[in-house]
């Protein structure tokens, strides 16, 4: 699968390099998050890297919910277990667990439909913000703190009505979000697709720290400065490929 070059394994554990991980984020999933930058204080794994990971191990099941429970760091072992329970934890040598699991219904091991699936998933994940994020924080008259944004991938549920296919891409539904004090949840809902024919659904959902009421132009000069890292990432990522 296309994930070989985004970890290793050692004595038997995953292990994800703050540079694969942010090599991932940037490339793949086109998420410049600074916390998924390779010298952030506060670096963590990208959860989509985790997501694709499991469906790289476990295979596509009909109904499968997951919830991202610790921020992994650079270098960090992890354990998929083998099995074929309906409920399962990704854990660290001392026990400690990152990714919880849920699934049940058929399964696909299609590796084709399991690639196009997470990559899809993985690239509407990634942008998020601030296309998403932002009108549903000017909606709700909300702000995060531009400083120290903490924005945090608290879980993914999908379901499919069938797995007989062999192509899934992911299309944009209407988001919502729910404010509660100083925190807000987002939900970011997605149709799953094959051609034309809508086969199941999902949504991701993001705990918000909050600071105050939304301000446009210092939210506007935040996202500025992230599109021309982005950009400017890509471009000359663009360049090194000719």
Known sequence: MFLKEFYGIQDGFVSISAEQASMFAKEVAHDFNPLHDVDAKRFCVPGDLLFSLALEKYGLSQNMHFIFSGMVGHGVLLDFPATDAGRLDVNDQQGKTYLQIERSGDVSRDSALIESFARDYVAFSGQNFPHVLVPLLARENVMFNLNRPLVIYESMTLSFDRLDFRQASVEMAAPTMEVNGKRASALLHFLIKTG??????????????????YESQPMQAFVDDYLARKNGYLSNLGRLSH
């Open 196 to 213: 034309e024919t809508t086969v199941g659904a999902g949504f991701k959902k993001l705990a918000i720290s909050l600071t105050g009421s």
